[in-house]
């Protein structure tokens, strides 16, 4: 239950053993990330063709770099991740799955073990905005993708969602979750700037677009809103009380509120994306 996490909760920042990932890795948000994840993989499908080599950085729990092998297979497809038992378990799914193509590796996007000219596309998604550097990580993508390569890349730009009815917890969460990824060094409004950094780092013919995350019909309407809870009572809640920002009380009742939406399917919820692809 939310009050049992609160109250069991770790202090993950001052043991400092895992990586500058604010949003954690507990099994409420990688189920969210996947979800996510999948809604958008049709950002990617058009630039896809069977024989490309693919590297998705930050793949997580790797539901969407399943779907790029599937359509890559004559091609591969490489997942990268920086936490050790996502990368470990994607990899135990690839060897039930009998899929050649597909492989998961431990790798930080800041110094990607690959050599120069080296993939036909590099896509990303919610990775630049954890990042305190991001354009550095954008000139390795640039080293490793081939000349008329491809960078996909989608962010979010958390100002700027919206709530209908305006219920100021809700506006309070999303305060809170950019509070806490701009303590980690991130950008919770990266998506924004994406075309700027591209075309800095050398990318041409950049096209730039947009999307919401949004339920996209009644029967998602429950796992949408429960993973923005999740993500509450996630890493992000542990940072949330442990600077002080809120009390437990106070985060159970954000917690709630978005449990109610989830269930009851009065108002609506979305933020904005940005998208960015370039060419090499």
Known sequence: MFIDRIM?????????TKDDYSLGYQKGVLDYLSYRALKSFDFILPYLRPDMEVLECGCGPGVVTFEIANK??????????????????????VDESKIKNLKFRVANILELPYTD????IVYMQAVLVHIKNPINAIREVHRVLKNDGLILVKEPVMDRAIFCPEEPLFLETFEL???AIKSYGG???VGRKLWPMLNEVGFRDILIS???EQPGSLDEWPSFYEGWVNVVKGKIGDII???GWVDEKHLIDIGNAWMN???????YAASPWGEAVGWK
């Open 8 to 16: 069991k909760r770790k202090n993950n920042i001052d043991q400092n």
């Open 72 to 93: 890559v297979i004559n091609g591969s497809v490489i997942g990268i991740d920086i936490d050790k038992d996502l990368i470990s378990s994607n990899n135990s799914k």
């Open 117 to 120: 000219n080296f993939f036909d």
């Open 177 to 179: 979750i950019e509070k």
């Open 187 to 189: 950008d919770p409004s």
């Open 210 to 212: 947009s999307s919401w």
């Open 241 to 243: 009380l442990e600077e």
């Open 261 to 267: 939406l989830s269930k009851h399917k009065r108002g």
